[in-house]
């Protein structure tokens, strides 16, 4: 692994949760650990605290830093190399085209994915495209063709916008069976970020919309020509196009130097290196509408168009493959999202979903965003089992799979399963996947 | 204060969406160049698959196509589409949907011939996309449906004969009506979540 012994060093002191299969720990999870335990009477806090003259003057404080390069892009600190966007490494394909990575979730500080970590879904790997080459053009049910040039879409004025986008497969190995370990292997295909662009709708509106216009195509120029086909409604409600996401331009994987993002809605109709618009009067039922992206129904039959993702959370710590080091307070942690609003509340469940009690909800809470929810809990020892339960805008709870097992036919590749998903907590700690 | 009916008729608006919509009023500003259609055409790949809309013309036979599968798809997709190996197979599947181990291939799955036109033109083969003529993308098309028992052995498709190829599961979508779970947030005395 090449990790350095100082490293080694520092997590064998931690006392935090501890993502077990890294053998590492959070600075801050550690200490609110400690204090959990010492403000619940226990002597264990007391233990822990450092015999005296231990605490040497630490190396970097009696040496010059790296000095500060003339040009260069900043990178994590070589101690975090462990945090990584990761291969679909539980459903595995043959070739690496079209493919997916995932998002490491249980190391997300905040509700921005860093673009370094933002999950990739691709249909024919990552073109290299040169903006000053790329070109956009709106045609077909419009008054104008028209065409754009990156430095023509750039000279709007541009707005940005915090939204979630998350794959309608994400969680598609973890239905009824424990096929994951880490939250980022169940979860992972998610990721928020502020996108910056113009609305679709300006692009539509100086075309000019012909009679009739009911449905709009969206290409990429990957090699897969990826296309998806959206009600005209949506496009002049929200619908962006755009070219930044955190602050810099797209990184290639995730659409440079132009995508399409649909808030709310599923991540592959956000379509990638956007370079062909086009209206029509109906949807053009494309592969990827009919074969892919469908959700098995009960009767044979499969569903369509299925384009919202629904209210969902999940707690990211402690979860799968981290370790609770003993009993005392626990910070529960996770996220909830919807991509029909806002987050109204999460109930977080200790006891496999027979009590619920209401999390703490952490501002900002955004429209179609990931929002952070955290609850304090006194961890007795015991086994238990623990969940998250959100609830948005429009009252829609979270369903379990057993709710959603109700009304689809929950067999082989399942798209949008937005179930409450449980961890257990084992007397010794061990945080696992308890889907099953 | 806002009037009753002013406030009804904002909460109108913001159920309807249209006030992300109004807050994105015009730019003011037409930077687009006028283009044509024509301008466009090399472009302008995509099949409405519903009623073969866009499909070019051309033909091929399903014994063209088998050669043609033979030189540029039977590599990854196996002798016959059986599966190869790098993808799974593209044929059967018909009846599978009624059972717990749903089959999807091309006969079983897509509701419309003409996917098969618009999903190799644009995507196929992987290693070089976009590089089949249309001639070759029909025959690929005959030979892909003969083997799904879907045309006869000396069928030619083009435009007209591939729009007109009934598919088996071209009843089988429904459209999006979610929500379709009704959960209850209950705090107390709860069914456990795997029940």
Redesign the interface.
């Known amino acids: 692994m090449g990790r350095r012994k100082e490293d080694l060093d520092e997590s064998k002191r931690s006392s935090g949760i501890q993502p077990v299969e890294e053998g590492r720990r959070s600075f801050l999870k550690g200490s609110l650990m400690l204090a959990g335990a010492a403000a619940a009477g226990g002597s264990a806090g007391l233990a822990s605290v450092a015999q005296a003259g231990s605490l040497a003057i630490p190396e970097s404080n009696k040496s010059m830093g790296r000095e500060i390069e003339p040009k260069a892009y900043g990178m994590p600190s070589k101690y975090e190399a462990h945090v990584t966007r990761n291969r679909t490494d539980v459903f595995v394909n043959k070739q690496h085209w079209s493919d997916w990575s995932m998002t490491p979730l249980q190391h997300q500080k905040g509700i921005i994915t860093p673009n370094g970590l933002f999950y990739e879904r691709h249909h024919a790997g990552t073109p290299d495209i040169n903006p000053e080459q790329h070109t956009l053009v709106v045609h077909g049910m419009v008054k104008q063709p028209l065409k754009f040039s990156m430095d023509d879409l750039m000279r709007y004025p541009s707005m940005s916008k915090f939204y979630f986008m998350e794959c309608s497969g994400n969680g598609l190995t973890d239905w009824k069976t424990v096929k994951s370990t880490t939250v980022q292997q169940t979860h992972g295909l998610l990721g928020c970020a502020q996108w910056t662009g113009v609305p679709l709708s300006w692009l539509l509106d100086e075309a000019g919309l012909a009679d009739g216009a009911k449905w709009v195509l969206l290409e990429g120029a990957d090699g897969s020509a990826h296309l998806r086909s959206i009600p005209i409604e949506k496009c002049m409600d929200d619908v962006m196009i755009v070219w930044g996401m955190n602050g810099e331009m797209l990184r290639p994987e995730n659409g440079y130097p132009l995508r399409a993002f649909i808030p709310g809605w599923e991540g592959n109709v956000c379509v990638k290196w956007l370079r062909r618009i086009k209206v029509g009067d109906k949807p053009w039922n494309a592969r990827s509408e009919t074969a892919r992206y469908t959700d098995p129904m009960p009767e044979g039959k499969w569903r369509q168009f299925s384009f919202v993702m629904e209210c969902k959370s999940v707690i990211t710590s402690p979860s799968g493959g981290m370790k609770i080091p003993g009993p005392g307070r626990v910070e529960i942690e996770g996220f909830a999202w919807s991509g029909n609003g806002t987050i109204k509340a999460v109930d977080v469940t200790f006891d496999g979903g027979k009590t619920w009690r209401e999390a703490k909800l952490e501002d900002p809470v955004l429209d179609k965003c990931l929002t952070r929810f955290r609850y304090s809990w006194d961890w007795d020892g015991g086994p238990a089992k623990i969940a998250s339960r959100a609830v948005d805008s429009t009252g829609y709870v979270q369903p379990t799979v057993a709710d959603i097992d109700k009304v689809r036919a929950i067999t082989g590749f399942v798209q949008h399963h937005n179930g409450v998903f449980p961890w257990s907590v084992s007397s010794s700690g061990e945080v696992a996947n308890a889907i099953a | 204060m806002l009037s009753r009916k002013l406030t009804a008729a904002l909460v109108a608006l913001t159920s309807a969406?249209?006030v992300?919509?109004a807050a994105?009023a015009?730019?003011g500003?037409?930077?687009?160049?006028?283009?044509?259609?024509a301008?466009?055409a090399a472009?302008?790949?995509?099949?409405?698959?519903?009623d073969g809309a866009g499909l070019p013309p051309g033909k091929g036979s399903v014994a063209e196509g088998a050669k043609i599968f033979a030189e540029q798809c039977l590599d990854c997709h196996g002798e016959k589409a059986a599966g190869g190996?790098?993808?799974g197979p593209m044929v059967g599947g018909v009846g599978s949907?009624?059972t717990?181990?749903?089959k999807?291939t091309?006969g079983s799955?897509?509701?419309?011939a003409p996917?098969l036109f618009?999903?190799m033109k644009?995507?196929m083969p992987?290693t070089a996309?976009?590089s089949l003529s249309d001639n070759e993308v029909y025959a690929l098309s005959a030979y892909i449906l003969n083997l799904n028992g879907l045309v006869k052995d000396d069928a030619v498709m083009d435009a007209k004969s591939l729009a007109a190829v009934e598919m088996p599961?071209k009843n089988?979508?429904?459209?999006?009506?979610?929500?379709?779970?009704?959960?209850?947030?209950?705090?107390?005395?709860?069914?456990?979540?795997?029940?």
């Open positions: 969406g249209l992300a919509g994105w015009g730019p500003v037409k930077y687009g160049s006028p283009i044509s259609e301008d466009v472009l302008d790949i995509d099949i409405r698959t519903t190996s790098v993808f949907f009624l717990d181990k749903r999807l091309p799955m897509y509701p419309y996917i618009d999903y644009r995507a992987m996309p976009q599961n089988g979508f429904l459209v999006d009506s979610r929500p379709d779970t009704k959960a209850d947030r209950c705090m107390s005395d709860c069914k456990p979540i795997k029940e």
